[in-house]
Nanobody, 116 residues
Framework: QVQLVESGGGLVQPGGSLRLSCAAS????????MGWYRQAPGKQRELVAT???????NYASFVKGRFTISRDNTKNTVYLQMNSLKPEDTAVYYC??????????WGQGTQVTVSS
């Protein structure tokens, strides 16, 4: 199976920035999209941003203008640049791969904490 390894999480002050990375162990067969989801304690996992094989992006309304998703095809890696972070952004962030054949992969998650 494909393994996804996230990195870049940590503790940051409100208004600060972090850059998350997710590296796949190999190229993804039948790749449709890669993206980021997050889950806060007691909350449902929610979509943050996705980028499809053609480069099209989709963002949750609560991160538009603050977060940017990008992909490096040569490295099988997807990134999430997070700016103007707010305490409510605190969550575990998960990398996701979606395939055309409905097979999905998930990373282990990386903790993002926004606090003074």
């Amino acid at each position: 199976q494909v393994q996804l390894v996230e990195s870049g999480g940590g503790l940051v002050q409100p208004g600060g920035s972090l850059r998350l990375s997710c590296a796949a162990s190999r190229s993804i067969f039948n790749l449709k999209a890669m993206g980021w989801y997050r889950q806060a304690p007691g909350k449902q996992r929610e979509l943050v941003a996705t980028i499809n094989i053609g480069g099209g992006t989709n963002y949750a309304s609560f991160v538009k203008g603050r977060f940017t998703i990008s992909r490096d095809n040569t490295k099988n890696t997807v990134y999430l640049q997070m700016n103007s972070l707010k305490p409510e952004d605190t969550a575990v962030y998960y990398c996701n791969v979606d395939r055309w054949d409905s097979v999905a992969y998930w990373g282990q998650g990386t903790q993002v904490t926004v606090s003074s």
